[in-house]
């Protein structure tokens, strides 16, 4: 079987657009994921965060930009990446096409 030909900004968009609304207006998973990006070399990261956290029914571009300067790439939380945010997704029903479980 032939893998789709996606990047991974487009996975992403995908992985974050179906995610239900209770995470992109809960302040957890917006620090969560938004790190996540922060910390991933995808050239597009703020961009996609920024058009994920514009959905949140609270969004304010301020307090939003913010957030992402407050992101640091020695966080000492807990760990988490871009394929954080394609697991609450499959978790929540997303099909991934890229996913293989092993």
């Known amino acids: 079987m032939t893998?789709?030909?996606?990047?991974?900004?487009?996975?992403?968009?995908?992985?974050?657009?179906?995610?239900?609304?209770?995470?992109?207006?809960?302040?957890?998973?917006l620090f969560k994921f938004g790190i996540a990006l922060f910390n991933s070399d995808i050239p597009e990261?703020?961009?996609?965060f920024e058009e994920w956290a514009s959905t949140a029914s609270d969004y304010d571009k301020k307090k939003n930009a913010k957030l992402w300067s407050s992101f640091t790439p020695d966080?000492?939380?807990?760990?988490?990446?871009?394929?954080?945010?394609?697991f609450y997704a499959r978790r929540e029903g997303w099909d991934d096409p890229w996913f293989e479980a092993h």
């Open 45 to 48: 990261a703020r961009l996609l």
């Open 75 to 86: 966080f000492d939380g807990e760990k988490v990446t871009v394929k954080t945010i394609c």
């Open 3 to 29: 893998e789709p030909k996606i990047s991974i900004y487009e996975r992403l968009k995908l992985a974050l657009a179906s995610l239900p609304p209770q995470y992109v207006n809960d302040p957890k998973y």
